[in-house]
């Protein structure tokens, strides 16, 4: 449950697409249309739902081109919420997130490709002072203009990555190893 935390990351992380041709996009923190969350099975009994509710970064997407398309998004690990004061301080332990020690974690793009609908976005994510290869799988939920003269893309990702992988070694039991993550962000073009 707490480990579901990074989920983040990777953020995120995130998600990259395409428009006409490359255009950078920063992730609508301000408006709070972006949420990166995570899920967890709680002794293999339910889900453990969280998010973080400090992130900032940016994606750049190319409909014609997914291989122009990246993402970067930084996660302020001791905005941890699961709506459980207790739970969220355990998870900013060395437990699980070790925030203290590394109040962020990061997810860097290193590959996209078109898979049908959807788009294959492999990163690195760090967490926990440990980076690894995450994949995401990300689909364009809407772009254009709004009603401010500005262009926005929106996408949806979702993926998971094992605790262990990211030095986490709280053991929840055998059915509560992987965190699914949740992203949804829309961008406003820069």
Excluded: C
Aim: no cysteine; proline share 3%.
């Amino acid at each position: 449950m707490k480990n579901t935390i990074l989920g983040l990351t990777t953020a995120a992380l995130l998600m990259t697409a395409g428009t006409a041709a490359a255009a950078d996009y920063k992730i609508d923190k301000e408006g709070q249309h972006a949420f990166v969350q995570f899920r967890i099975k709680h002794l293999g009994y339910s889900w453990l739902y969280g998010s973080f509710k400090d992130f900032d970064g940016g994606f750049t997407y190319d409909q014609a081109d997914p291989s122009k398309d990246k993402v970067n998004v930084t996660i302020n690990t001791g905005s941890v919420d699961t709506n459980h004061a207790e739970r969220d301080k355990h998870l900013r332990s060395a437990d699980f997130l070790n925030a203290s020690k590394f109040p962020q974690a990061t997810f860097t793009s290193t590959g996209v490709t078109k898979n049908g609908d959807a788009l294959k976005v492999d990163g690195n994510l760090t967490l926990n002072g440990v980076t690894k290869p995450v994949k995401l799988e990300a689909k364009l939920t809407g772009e254009g203009k709004d009603p401010w003269g500005g262009e926005r893309a929106g996408f949806e990702a979702t993926g998971k990555f094992a605790l262990k992988d990211f030095n986490i070694k709280s053991d929840l039991g055998p059915a509560s190893q992987e965190v699914e993550l949740i992203i949804s962000v829309e961008g406003v073009r820069q």
